[in-house]
């Protein structure tokens, strides 16, 4: 296990390395001059070298590059002489439309990223599997029909429609919630979550579909197999059968999908914080695409990446728990 883990990381290295040379490229390719948003629209030429000078954007590409992976584990300066700023470690970079380091702002977004991701992965676990292995124990009855058509209309609605239909129905029409805004869950924890609980149906409702089908579709290949007639013809009870050995084995994909699932959640959820005004690392996304500001775009991309290589990383390990027969 330990050298498993011992390549696991390094290939996890491996993996956020090319990742961020292949980012950085592609915004190095990009005909957006990020020192000329910053200058401004009265900047003159002479100003745009000292600009361009000061965010280390004049020099080549591959030493842009190293001194970007440099600063991340020792941190760097920006400008020169008195005007100079520091930026500690882990350095992403300075954001050019906040004037902060990009670190700073994903610390400062990343518990509303998390407590969305985390809320609504507890209801989709809870939704999609008690509905995926309820079908799959009363397959082909009316309860497995329905469930399986509920779960394909589910799945078939985009996120931004679900929200923008749970905003009208019970926020303006019924006055049943109020309209998220983020609060600190020390602060208040009924009101953390009472206003992410749209944002979580909302998620919920998507991936509740896809994991109601795949548990299904697992449970009823575990259940066929042969030690789950060994164990019935042992005299074990059915809750047992079902729980112990069907469910551990038939759970290995879910695993797989919850892995990417989450680790992409955890950087953000863009369309869904920018629906309901969440300031989490999605909407810090969004508002660099639109500003044009690279660091930040970086950033939460290496970010996101790094989650999901983890998650990754984490459902193999757990698979030798969860079913037996897998070795590393």
């Keep these: 296990m330990i050298l498993y883990l011992g390549r696991r ?17 592609i915004f190095y390719l990009l005909p957006n001059d990020p020192a000329a948003a910053a200058c401004g629209k009265t900047c003159s030429p002479e100003r745009l070298i000292e600009v361009k000078a000061a965010m280390g954007l004049d020099k080549p590409i591959w030493e842009q590059f190293f001194v970007y992976l440099l600063g991340i584990v020792a941190g760097r300066d920006y400008g020169s002489g008195a005007s100079a700023t520091h930026c500690g470690f882990p350095c992403l970079g300075y954001s050019y439309e906040y004037s902060l380091p990009v670190w700073d702002l994903l ?36 309860i497995d029909k329905v469930l399986t058509v509920l779960s394909v209309g589910a799945a078939s609605l985009p996120v931004y429609f679900t929200s923008i239909m749970l905003i009208w129905g019970l926020v303006r029409t ?32 998507l991936y509740a579909a896809t994991y109601a089908r795949q548990s299904r579709t697992s449970m009823i290949e575990a259940m066929a197999e042969p030690y789950i ?20 084995s038939g759970m290995t994909p879910i695993l797989t999908i919850f892995g990417m699932d989450l680790g992409g959640l955890l950087a953000g959820a863009v369309i869904t914080e920018s629906i309901f005004g969440l300031p989490g690392i999605g909407r810090l996304f969004y508002d660099g695409l639109l500003r044009s500001d ?30 037996p027969r897998v070795r590393y």
């Design 107 to 142: 610390v400062d977004r990343l518990p509303v990223s998390v407590s969305l991701a985390i809320g609504s992965a507890v209801l989709w676990l809870v939704l999609g599997l008690s509905a995926g292995i309820t079908s799959a124990l009363r397959k082909n009855t009316v």
């Design 229 to 248: 007639r060994t164990a019935r013809a042992k005299g074990m009870p059915a809750l047992t059968v079902t729980v112990k050995h069907g469910l551990r």
């Design 294 to 323: 690279q660091p930040v775009i970086l950033g939460v991309t290496l970010l996101a990446a790094f989650f999901i290589v983890v998650a990754n990383l984490l459902v193999d390990v757990l698979y030798a728990y969860v079913d």
């Design 174 to 205: 019924a006055g049943l919630l109020p309209y998220p805004t983020y609060h600190e869950f020390t602060d208040n924890p009924v009101s953390w979550a009472s206003n992410l609980l749209l944002p979580w149906t909302a998620l919920a409702l």
């Design 9 to 25: 990381l390094l290939g996890v290295a491996g993996i956020l390395l090319a990742i961020c040379a292949i980012t950085f490229t």
